[in-house]
């Protein structure tokens, strides 16, 4: 099986059109039809084929020289073959020549229009005609095979760079996401534990240190979670966008006893990881920033979808101050920003709405 499984992939991997299992059938095909019908012009042709498969990789240019004379040769005898064994050298030849992809289009045009001055001396009248349309067409639709290929290689290769580049981006994004997180929640946390150590030790207050305390611990909870929600956009399994912001909603009713409705119109699509964090950043601070200014307050979450862009508005009743301006919602539209996304925040009738949207 291993010895099958090594074929299978040397077969895929290997060219259709110019690859070795076409030349070792070329070669058996040019063989068998020297048998029985071997001339001169045709067994040099048959030495020169074997010349450029020999010589193709380590000399590249010598092959195609050889290669070339391996379809001038059959050229000479074409009108004086009746079995067909030198059209099947020419046009082998012929083929094989203008299919490989560093052969320059002046050597293919070249070799076309010294093959038909050769095939000229020894055919005359409607029947050169005849084999010069034949060539014409072979030499057309091998360049235009050709050039499809390298347009799909070029392709392939340009989608290949996209994907590394894109690959790039998304772990250039995660690794400023977890910087962020960890710079922001850590420094806050060594702040609250030094003042707590300065209570401890040179006041002496058991109160005012356990309240340090609690609050170091609460960053490092809220610290730990966004966290885990940077490195969410890693995985595969990543929730969907209407799920992430419903498992937040339900934990921030469960932590505040507050009621929060979610309504989401149109036709859900997936985005791209990085505007899917910030929509789910975004609500996050949108939901602590209700909590802290608005405590009690109800919240609507309204998550909507469009052919060219997907919009979350999160509002709460407010008394007309300002509930949201402080850095969170700053980093939140960095981080939109950098998705391509914008957001907007503002009080407006009595209640506080935050509207962020990114490209579908």
Known sequence: ???????????????????WIVRVALSALLIWALIGQATAPLIAALVCWFGFV?????????????LAVAALLPAAVVGDADDGS???????????FVMLPRTPLRAVLGLTAAVLAVMSLNIRGSAMLAQAAVIVIVVLFSLHRREHR???????????????????????????????????????????????????????????????????????RDGLTEARSAVAALRADVPPLPRALADL?????????????????GSAHTLNPAAEVALVRTAREAFTNAARHAPGADVTVSLE??????????????????SGGGYGLVGARERLALAGGTLEAGAADGMWRVVAEVPA
């Open 1 to 19: 099986m291993t010895l099958l499984r090594r074929a299978a992939v040397l077969i895929r991997a290997d060219d259709p059109e110019t690859g």
């Open 54 to 66: 020999a010589t193709d990789h380590r000399w590249p240019r010598l092959a195609r020289v050889s």
């Open 86 to 96: 030198a059209q099947l050298f020419l046009f082998a030849a012929l083929f094989i």
């Open 150 to 220: 390298l347009r799909t290689e070029e392709r392939a290769r340009t989608h290949e760079a996209q994907a590394r580049a894109a690959a790039l981006d998304e772990r250039a994004r995660i690794a400023r996401e977890l910087h962020d997180v960890l710079a922001h929640s850590l420094g806050a946390l060594a702040v609250q534990l030094e003042v707590a150590e300065a209570e401890l030790t040179e006041k002496r207050d058991l109160t005012a240190a356990a309240t340090r305390v609690r609050r170091a611990r609460k960053l490092a």
């Open 249 to 265: 909603a339900a934990a921030h009713r469960a932590d505040h006893g507050v009621q929060i409705s979610l309504r989401t119109r």
């Open 305 to 322: 979808y469009t052919n060219s862009a997907v919009r979350l508005i999160i509002a709460n009743k407010c008394d007309g101050a300002d």
